[in-house]
C-alpha cells in the first residue's frame, strides 16, 4: 500500500453489543475512583465482577461463535510476482481468500489484484489446518476486482454465503484476513455505508464500483478475505481502505457478496463477464445550471441524449432529455454513477427507472440485456 494516498486499495487496500458494553460500564464508571483494599472485600468484589462477565458473555459470546464458524474457510494468500512485475510497487505479495462451493467443486474466492502479478504455481494457499495447495486454475476479472481459484483438497469447508443486499447500515460485521501477514486476524464493526463508488484505486482498473462501506479494521493483507455477519455468513470480501497513513483507519470498502458470486459463477461457467446494457447516451455537461433550468433544486441524476433504437430503454419508452434519478432504487449522483450500476447489473433483471421528465416523476422498468458491441467504446 502506497503511504499518503488518500484512497488506497489494498493494494489498490464495535450496535447491540456496544450498547451493552455502555450499560454495563455506566455503573462501573460511578464507582471508579473508589477503592476495594479489604481483603474480604476485594474477594467479594471479583466474585461479583465475575458474575457480571458471565452474563455479558452469554450476549457477546457470538463473535467468538462466528470466529469459530468461519475461521476453517478462510485462507491466507502467498503471491509471489513473476519476475518482471517484482519491482512493482503495486505487487501485492501477500492476501487473503474464502473458500467456496459452486457445482459440487471448491474453489478460494479473492481480489484479483492479490494474484494478478503471480501464476498458479508461484501462489501458495495456507488453510486454516496448514495444509499448503496451489491453485489448479485461475480466473479473474479486472474491472470489478474479482477473481477465483479451483483448490483440490479433501476435508475443505467452504463458508456459509449470505445476501448481502439485506445487510443495513449498523449492522455488525466481522472482518477476517491476514492484515500485515498477520495470519488468522479478525476485526469487528459496523456497516457504515452501502453503494460507495467513484474510488481511485490503484491504476484505476477497478471500473465497477458498489462497495460496502465498514469500520472494521481492514489493512494491507486483508484484501480478499471475507466480511461477515453475525449469522456466521459471508456478506462481503475486503477489498480496499481510504488512507493517508497506509493503514487503517475506520474507512474500509468491501465487494459485496452478491457481486462477487456472480462474477465468480460467469467466470467459472463462461470464462468471461456479462455486463449490462441500457441503451441511451448521456450529456456529460449536465451541471448545476443544467440541472435548475429543467426545474431540479439541486444536481443530481444523468440526461439523456439519444436512445439506441430497439433497445431496454427504447422498449421503456425512455426519452431524449428524460433524466434518470434512480436506476434499482439507487440515487443516480451523475453519468458515470449510472453507468456503473447498469454495467454491473445482473442480464435480464428487470430494473425500475426513476426519470424526470417536464417537471414529473415518472417511473418505468427496463429490461436489461448484454453489452455485445465491441466498436461501443463506453455504452450504457
Keep these: 500500500m502506497r503511504p499518503g494516498t488518500k484512497w488506497s486499495a489494498e493494494q489498490f487496500a464495535p450496535t447491540v453489543a456496544w450498547f451493552l458494553l455502555a450499560l454495563v460500564s455506566l455503573p462501573l464508571a460511578a464507582q471508579v475512583t473508589e477503592t476495594v483494599a479489604e481483603p474480604g472485600e476485594r474477594e467479594e468484589a471479583f466474585v461479583e465482577l465475575a458474575q457480571d462477565v458471565e452474563s455479558l458473555d452469554a450476549q457477546l ?13 478462510v485462507v491466507h494468500i502467498e503471491a509471489t510476482p513473476l519476475p518482471q512485475y517484482r519491482l512493482r ?9 474464502v473458500l467456496v462451493r459452486y457445482q459440487g467443486a471448491d474453489y478460494a474466492l479473492t481480489n484479483r489484484h492479490v494474484i494478478k502479478h503471480s501464476s498458479e504455481n508461484l501462489i501458495s494457499l495456507e488453510l486454516a ?11 479473474s476479472d479486472r474491472e470489478t476486482d474479482v477473481a477465483v481459484m479451483l483448490v483440490e483438497a479433501e476435508n475443505l469447508i467452504p463458508a456459509r454465503i449470505g445476501n448481502s443486499d439485506e445487510m443495513e447500515i449498523g449492522d455488525m460485521v466481522l472482518a477476517f484476513g491476514s492484515p500485515f501477514n498477520l495470519q488468522r486476524s479478525v476485526t469487528r464493526g ?8 467513484n474510488l481511485d484505486l490503484g491504476e484505476g482498473e477497478v471500473l465497477y464500483q458498489n462497495f460496502l462501506q465498514t469500520d472494521a479494521a481492514i489493512n494491507p493483507g486483508n484484501s480478499g478475505g471475507p466480511l461477515v455477519n453475525l449469522r456466521g455468513e459471508v456478506i462481503g470480501m475486503n477489498t480496499a481502505i481510504a488512507s493517508n497513513s497506509g493503514g487503517n483507519e475506520g474507512i474500509g470498502f468491501s465487494i459485496p457478496i452478491n457481486i462477487a458470486v456472480r462474477i465468480m459463477r460467469q ?18 455537461s ?9 426545474g431540479l433544486t439541486r444536481l443530481t441524476g444523468a440526461r439523456v441524449t439519444n436512445i439506441t433504437v430497439g433497445s431496454p430503454a427504447s422498449q421503456a419508452d425512455i426519452k431524449i432529455d428524460d433524466i434518470i434519478l434512480r436506476f434499482d432504487g439507487m440515487l443516480i449522483d451523475n ?11 445482473e442480464v435480464a433483471r428487470r430494473v425500475p427507472v426513476e426519470l424526470f421528465r417536464s417537471g414529473q416523476l415518472i417511473t418505468t422498468y427496463v429490461d436489461i440485456v448484454r453489452w455485445s458491441d465491441p466498436n461501443a467504446a463506453r455504452p450504457e
Aim: hydrophobic letters at 40%.
Design 61 to 73: 459470546g457470538i463473535f467468538k461463535r462466528v470466529v469459530r464458524l468461519v475461521s476453517p474457510s
Design 89 to 97: 510497487r503495486d505487487a501485492e505479495e501477500a492476501g487473503s481468500a
Design 129 to 139: 489446518d496448514g495444509r499448503q495447495l496451489h491453485p489448479k486454475e485461475i480466473w
Design 190 to 197: 459496523i456497516i457504515s455505508a452501502k453503494g460507495r463508488s
Design 267 to 284: 467466470l467459472i461457467d463462461t470464462g468471461e463477464v456479462d455486463r449490462g446494457f441500457l441503451g441511451v447516451a448521456l450529456d456529460r
Design 286 to 294: 449536465f451541471d448545476v445550471a443544467s440541472a435548475q433550468r429543467v
Design 335 to 345: 453519468d458515470e454513477h449510472l453507468i456503473n450500476l447498469v454495467k454491473r447489473t
